[in-house]
């Protein structure tokens, strides 16, 4: 539940309070500005045109006032490792059979059931990596997952309640006394 704005704690006053969400959703403006570019043609005369450009900006405030954004657990270096190692092996086969005969001799249906083939090692090693090798990793990496998701939902709910006194430059969580500036913002989660 979202409570409604209180009064600053440093000025003890509403009329400069609002919502930090507010003031993130209207913190973006899209422009188009136009920009010259230069083609040469086939005799290398250039040629000049201008093109629209459509650029998004944010106020230094809102950017100040993002959103907590939600942490990423990586995969483990090892299935990494595995996965790459499966297009290594896919191009080493490509390699070895590109200065073998063997494209020439032998009928192109074979030789298209090797491509398609060699073309799913990566897949093969991705499984082997996923469900064999590090199972027990993933299982682990998507608790880790689950509970960074969790931490980033409790955080966004306090974002939500985060107001913003423009008088002060101050943020605070409403109906709370403590304030503290935009460039803080992370002293007010917990
Ligand atoms: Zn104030």
Request: with cysteine; aromatic share 12%; hydrophobic share 35%.
């Amino acid at each position: 539940m979202i409570i409604p704005p209180t009064d600053c704690p440093v000025c003890q006053r509403i009329d400069c309070v609002q919502r930090v969400p507010a003031i993130h959703r209207s913190s973006f403006s899209t422009h188009t500005r136009m920009q010259m570019r230069t083609t040469y043609d086939t005799n290398n005369s250039p040629h000049t045109t201008t093109v629209p450009v459509t650029e998004t900006h944010q106020t230094p405030l809102g950017s100040l006032l993002n959103p907590p954004r939600p942490g990423r657990v990586p995969l483990d270096t090892g299935e990494q490792l595995v996965i790459v190692l499966g297009f290594i092996l896919m191009f080493v086969v490509f390699y070895s059979f590109g200065k073998s005969n063997f494209f020439n001799d032998w009928n192109s249906n074979l030789v298209l059931a090797f491509f398609a083939m060699t073309l799913t090692l990566p897949l093969w090693t991705w499984i082997l990596a996923r469900f064999v090798l590090f199972r027990k990793v993933n299982r682990e990496r998507r608790e880790r997952q689950q509970q960074e998701k969790e931490i980033w939902q409790y955080r966004y709910q306090q974002w939500e309640q985060f107001c913003y006194c423009s008088r002060c430059d101050a943020v605070f969580v409403s109906g709370t006394s403590e304030a503290v500036s935009p460039q803080q913002i992370e002293q007010l989660y917990t």
